[in-house]
């Protein structure tokens, strides 16, 4: 299908229902449907949003334009969880159409106060001659679940600024509400502004956040800032940035900058360098939320815009990431994944032994959807490492350059090819005897997390059926492995399924 600027922006609602579950039917038989991530039922899923903890459930929206996988009319999708891994679909949460979210409910966040959860986020609209207006919007969600939008909290883009204004993060401070926004000032350079508010609803623009970065891409989308251990962390996602050595790989990046907590009465953010948070292929636009418990929990959209997947053909595209926990450790934010996840784990294989230049299967070591722990050490060899989803003609390899200090994912064999412009390889630093990979595998992704979090990778993969095996190798020389596997029983799924008709209910 060709996609126009009208087909784009055509509301669910006006499609027939024999249509929708059509395309539900074609997504449906995809061989790459994810089995514990959340997806979306049909077209195209991006920005997680409103990431929250209310009425003693997790929340997690996302961006999702449901007739196909492009980029047309936002509407906000509804996910909750009790436990972070079991998901049940509700359905749709904002639906574009007001005055000031005519052409798309985009991203923004969520707070709780006086028992309702309040969510803001970008209203996109176009005029006639398709310029674009963005509104600060709000909308309430009650403890039924019911959602009921405001008028918008700001209407209008302050002095200095383009009309690229969104992505509004809310938090809570010395009782006050705080948002910071995405911002280009009109020299088409990007930075985050700060506005302020006593009640979510009156909100009163504080002025520009001031970072060491006056020229770092000309975009920065999707803002969150929180304090952690003691520091003030700014996530954010900037456009613009040209490729540097093994850094800045993809079309656009998502990274933060680690300083002083911010000092709100100034706006100043006291801080070191701008670090990339996933060194692979498919990280955008993350999201964190503080937990009852006190924890940092992210969730990053596995995808970027402006790449065609080889889902797209499917019906669907992208997908987000498994929750990490964020922790700060020396000048570095660390990201495991959540200890809840080992719900999942089923049968459980272990493998040793030590690799003499050579490849090695073991035996129970093969499968789709897996999270696997393999540690080298003793390593006298060049490379060494592990392939997974191996075939007769495919494998994603996983390996560790001895020379370069490098941790290397190639996805040159992975399967179906995509994005090679941008390259088939991912590298970056690793300064360590012992090497650590701990894998979280699905039908069409693989996340590794390096040495317990100091440094994560992130990739779709396109595997033919029957690429399911699992080789352990070293070159020139020898190393000693460990490694275990489990199994993941695909119930993360099972909440979507048995509410993968809700969406459509009009």
């Known amino acids: 299908m060709e996609w126009t600027r009208e087909s784009r922006y055509t509301k669910m609602e006006d499609v027939s229902q024999e249509d929708l579950e059509i395309l539900k039917n074609k997504v449906d038989a995809s061989p790459w449907r994810q089995s514990y991530h959340i997806q979306p039922e049909t077209g195209l899923l991006n920005d997680p949003n409103g990431f929250s903890y209310f009425n003693g459930e997790y929340h997690l929206f996302y961006q999702w334009f449901p007739l196909g996988p492009v980029h047309g009319l936002k509407y906000w999708y509804h996910t909750k969880s009790e436990d972070l891994v079991h998901w049940e679909n509700v359905g749709v949460g904002i639906t574009p159409g007001d005055y000031f979210d005519s052409h798309g409910a985009y991203s923004g966040s969520a707070i709780e106060h ?206 987000l990431t498994i929750p990490r926990e964020l922790t700060v450790k020396g000048n570095k934010l660390i990201q495991q994944p959540i200890h809840e996840l080992a719900i999942l784990r089923g049968k459980e294989e272990k493998a040793t032994g030590i690799l003499r230049d050579e490849t090695r299967t073991f035996e129970g070591f093969n499968g789709v959807t897996y999270e696997m722990i393999s540690e080298f050490d003793n390593v006298d060899a060049s490379e060494f490492g592990v392939e997974i989803r191996t075939g007769e003609t495919e494998r994603t390899v996983i390996s560790y350059d001895d020379a370069a200090r490098k941790v290397v994912v190639d996805r040159s064999e992975s399967g179906e090819a995509f994005a090679e412009k941008y390259g088939t390889t991912r590298k970056c630093k690793v300064e360590s005897g012992k090497i650590k990979f701990h894998l979280f595998v699905d039908v069409s992704s693989v996340e590794l997390f390096v040495n317990d979090g100091e440094e994560v990778f992130t990739c779709r993969i396109f595997p033919g059926e029957g690429s399911d095996g699992i080789r352990f190798f070293a070159k020139e020389g020898t190393a000693r492995f460990e490694a275990v596997k489990w199994d993941f029983q695909a119930e993360m799924g099972k909440g979507s399924e048995a509410n993968g008709h809700a969406v459509f209910n009009r």
């Open 114 to 319: 006086d028992d309702k959860l309040y969510l803001m986020y970008t209203g996109n609209t176009r005029d006639e001659n398709w310029v674009r207006h963005p509104y600060q919007c709000l909308a309430v969600m009650g403890k039924d679940g019911s959602i009921l939008k405001a008028s918008p909290a700001i209407d209008e883009v302050p002095e200095g600024y383009t009309d690229h204004f969104r992505d509004p993060k809310v938090w809570k401070e010395d009782d006050r509400f705080w948002s910071v926004i995405g911002a280009q000032r009109t020299d088409e350079t990007g930075c985050v502004v700060l506005y302020s508010s006593t009640d979510l609803i009156h909100w009163q623009f504080e002025g520009e956040l001031k970072t060491k970065l006056d020229s770092f891409g000309y975009m920065w989308e999707c803002p969150d800032y929180f304090e952690q251990d003691g520091h003030g962390v700014l996530i954010f996602s900037p456009q613009g940035i040209e490729p540097q050595d093994d850094s800045y790989q993809n079309i656009y990046q998502s990274g933060y900058l680690l300083g002083k907590p911010l000092n709100l009465d100034d706006r100043l953010f006291e801080h070191k360098e701008f670090n990339e948070l996933d060194c692979g292929f498919d990280f955008y636009a993350p999201q964190t939320m503080e937990d009852p418990s006190g924890r940092r929990i992210l969730v990053g959209w596995m995808g970027l815009p402006e790449i065609e997947y080889p889902t797209d053909e499917h019906g669907w595209a992208h997908c």
